[in-house]
Nanobody
Framework: QVQLVESGGGLVQAGGSLRLSCAASGRTFSTYAMGWFRQAPGKEREFVAAMSWSGGSTYYAESVKGRFTISRDNAKNTVYLQMNSLKPEDTAVYYC????????????????WGQGTQVTVSS
């Protein structure tokens, strides 16, 4: 069993920054990809960013390119999401997810999920 725990969410003004963290524990795999997704009230869960095990491949949603940066520390089994220039439309619950093997960009390809952390951006 894999456990994912997110932290770092909160309330921030538009233009501000937050850094989310997601720590993985329990059963681990030799290689795994990590991703971030978000879900706003009344909307479906959407892809935000993902990174391969090596960190050599990263993918971002168009809406966050140039503002968000995903990174990981495999020694700590932790993935991060640095969010800059936040906008009110970034308000959502942010989830980290893990999948064995190569990186992917859709939620149904990830088998393990954290509980989510709320990010609220005020205008």
């Amino acid at each position: 069993q894999v456990q994912l725990v997110e932290s770092g969410g909160g309330l921030v003004q538009a233009g501000g920054s937050l850094r989310l963290s997601c720590a993985a524990s329990g059963r681990t795999f030799s290689t795994y990809a990590m991703g971030w997704f978000r879900q706003a009230p009344g909307k479906e869960r959407e892809f935000v960013a993902a990174m391969s095990w090596s960190g050599g491949s990263t993918y971002y949603a168009e809406s966050v390119k140039g503002r968000f940066t995903i990174s990981r520390d495999n020694a700590k089994n932790t993935v991060y999401l640095q969010m800059n220039s936040l906008k009110p439309e970034d308000t959502a619950v942010y989830y980290c997810a893990l999948r064995r093997g190569v990186v992917a960009g859709t939620a149904n390809e990830y088998g393990y999920w954290g509980q989510g952390t709320q990010v609220t951006v005020s205008s």
